[in-house]
């Protein structure tokens, strides 16, 4: 499975649900309509609509117009992972989009979203470069940004309405700051004031991923940024981490990334 396609629907003769099952699609349309169902509700898209399939989201009674015009960016979840530039906008955003996945474009957002579809046609049809997981990994990074400076003002009004959200971006927020140092998600729910057991229940409820998996994907993404500096030794990293030693070290990275320190490094 290749991490990132690009089709349109009309010139490739595609649709996008042939490819929900591995990939979380990105759909910018361009004309004609689709409609499905999602979450006890019927959604449509339209021209000028964003529309985000989730890979771990249902969807239902799917139909498309025989002129239905849009352009699918196909992201697979590992090449997501590993060229997301930031956590706690990227839940922000998995939060919002669960619940909804359609968003209509003003034209200057159009401009801009349609500006990087055109980026991505242009990058993924080309000929294989030495960089080009970096260059489309790039380019993914500045979409994902320019979405969630879009869904930016409704993200914050479904932070405050909705409780059970606020809660898990507490969370995040707290792991950012001290996943150096804490690793346990008893730690984090004593912060919060919360039950260990009410904490995991919100995370798997709003992104199917226990919490302590986002510890861990925090954890890593600090591991990954001190290893690609080496003007740290593993000391450094074993202190700057809090771990006991470098055995430790070593067996939380084969643990969490597949990896050891000296792999990493030398894969860099």
């Not at 699918?72 to 992972?81: H, K, T």
């Not at 507490?170 to 804490?182: G, I, K, P």
């Not at 730690?187 to 039950?195: F, H, I, S």
Request: aromatic share 12%.
């Amino acid at each position: 499975m290749q991490d990132y396609l690009i089709y349109n629907t009309l010139t490739d003769f595609v649709r996008p649900d042939a490819f929900h099952a591995d990939y979380h699609i990105h759909l910018l349309c361009k004309g004609g309509k689709m409609s499905f169902g999602c979450n006890s509700r019927q959604f449509e898209v339209t021209a000028g609509c964003l529309l985000i399939w989730q890979m771990t989201t249902e969807f239902t009674n799917i139909s498309s117009s025989e002129d239905f015009d849009a352009d699918l960016l196909m992201i697979s979840n590992p090449f997501l992972g590993r060229h997301n530039p930031e956590l706690v906008w990227a839940t922000k955003g998995y939060i919002y989009i669960k619940e909804h996945p359609v968003f209509s474009l003003d034209p200057d957002e159009l401009e801009l979203i349609s500006t990087d579809f055109k980026q991505f046609h242009q990058r993924i049809r080309a000929p294989r470069t030495l960089f080009g997981e970096e260059i489309v990994g790039s380019l993914l990074g500045i979409l994902l940004y320019d979405m969630w400076n879009i869904y930016s003002r409704e993200i914050e009004k479904a932070e405050i309405e909705d409780i059970t959200s606020r809660h898990f971006l507490r969370f995040l927020m707290s792991v950012q700051e001290n996943c150096r140092e804490q690793r346990e998600v008893a730690w984090y729910a004593r912060e919060l004031g919360l039950a260990p057991k009410y904490l995991s229940e919100i995370s798997k409820s709003i992104t199917d991923r226990p919490a302590g998996d986002w510890i861990d994907a925090y954890a890593a993404h600090e591991l990954q940024k001190l290893l690609a500096d080496q003007r740290h030794t593993l000391t450094d990293i074993v202190d700057a981490m809090h771990f006991s030693s470098h055995p430790a070290l070593t067996r939380y990275m084969k643990r969490v990334m597949k990896t050891t320190p000296s792999e990493f490094r030398r894969a860099l």
